[in-house]
C-alpha cells in the first residue's frame, strides 16, 4: 500500500498530513513550530508519521508546499500553496468555491470551481499586515495567548486600531492602552482590523459562496464572525482548517503516486 505525505511548511508553523488515497482518508496529522529550520521540521514530520506506522520510504509519495518548500531536498515532488489551498478546501467541503486563507506571513483569497480546480486568486504578501505574525505581536503585546483570543474578545467593544502595519501599530496599541483603553477592547479592535483587511482583499474579487476561511486564525470564531459580517455572507471553517495545505499537498501527492504506479506497471 502507498501513503501520501502533504507537508505545508509554513512561516510560524509547519503542519503534515498522512492520507490514504484508497479510502479517501486522513489517517494522521502533526504540526509543529517551524523554528529556524523549515528543513528540520519537515524531517521531524516525516519521520514521526514513519516510525509511529512502520513505514518505509518507497511506500510513501511526500509532496511539500508553503513558505519553507525550497529547502526541503527529500520529497517526490513540490507545489505551490494556491493549488494545495483549493484541492485541500474541496476536500473538506466539495461546495467551496472561495478559500481565504490567512497564514503567518501573508493572505489569499482564492476561487475553485466545481472540480476543485484554481479558477483564480489574490495574494497579499507585502507585509505582514493583517496576518498571523501581526496578530501574534498583538497578543504579545497585550500580555495573552493566542487560544484566549476568542475568550478576551467576546463580547467586547472593538478599540479603533488605525495603522495595519506591524511596526506602527505596535506604537498605536501602547498609546491606546496608556490613555485607559482594556486589553479586551485593544484585542477586539485587532480582530476587527484583521476580518476588515481580509475582507477588503476578497471584495477586489467576485467572491462566491460557499465560502471557506482557513489557516490558524480560522480556529478563531469571533474573526470567522467577523468576516461573515464584513462580507455579508456565510462563512464556514472545519476543524482540519488549519491543516487544509497540507491536505492538498497529501491529495494531489497519492494521485501523482498513482499514475507513476500505473505508469511502471507492467
Known amino acids: ?11 510560524t508553523a509547519t503542519k503534515g498530513i498522512l492520507y490514504d488515497g484508497n479510502n479517501k482518508e486522513i489517517v494522521d496529522k502533526i504540526i509543529t513550530p517551524t523554528g529556524w529550520s523549515p528543513k528540520k521540521a519537515c ?27 525550497v529547502s526541503i531536498d527529500f520529497v517526490d515532488d513540490s507545489l505551490t500553496e494556491i493549488t494545495c489551498h483549493g484541492k485541500g478546501a474541496f476536500f473538506l467541503s466539495e461546495d467551496t468555491r472561495t478559500i481565504l486563507d490567512i497564514g503567518g506571513q501573508d493572505s489569499k483569497v482564492i476561487k475553485i470551481d466545481n472540480s476543485g ?53 505596535e506604537s498605536e496599541v501602547i498609546s491606546i492602552l496608556a ?6 477592547s485593544v484585542a477586539a479592535g485587532i480582530l476587527n482590523s484583521i476580518a476588515s483587511k481580509i475582507s477588503t482583499l476578497a471584495g477586489r474579487m467576485n467572491v462566491e459562496s460557499d465560502i471557506m476561511f482557513t489557516g490558524g486564525l480560522a480556529q478563531s470564531e469571533e474573526l470567522t464572525k467577523l468576516i461573515s459580517e464584513k462580507l ?14 497540507a491536505i492538498g499537498a497529501a491529495i494531489v501527492g ?11 506497471s507492467p
Not at 479558477?119 to 505582514?128: E, G, I, P, Q, S
Not at 497519492?254 to 511502471?264: E, L, M, P, S
Open 117 to 169: 480546480n484554481i479558477v483564480d486568486f489574490l495574494m497579499n504578501d507585502k507585509c505582514a499586515a493583517g496576518t498571523g505574525r501581526f496578530l501574534e505581536v498583538m497578543m504579545n503585546l497585550l500580555g495573552s495567548d493566542l487560544e484566549d483570543l476568542d475568550i478576551i474578545t467576546k463580547g467586547a467593544v472593538p478599540a479603533k486600531i488605525n495603522s495595519m502595519c506591524t511596526v506602527f501599530a
Open 254 to 264: 497519492w494521485q501523482k503516486a498513482k499514475r507513476r504506479n500505473r505508469k511502471n
Open 179 to 184: 490613555q485607559g483603553e482594556t486589553k479586551e
Open 1 to 11: 500500500m502507498i501513503y501520501s505525505i502533504g507537508i505545508d511548511s509554513g512561516s
Open 232 to 245: 455579508e455572507k456565510t462563512v464556514n471553517t472545519d476543524p482540519l482548517s488549519q491543516y487544509n495545505g
Open 43 to 69: 524531517e521531524f514530520i516525516r519521520d514521526e508519521f514513519m516510525k509511529k506506522y512502520n513505514l518505509k520510504r518507497e511506500e510513501l509519495y511526500i509532496v511539500s508546499t508553503g513558505y519553507g518548500r
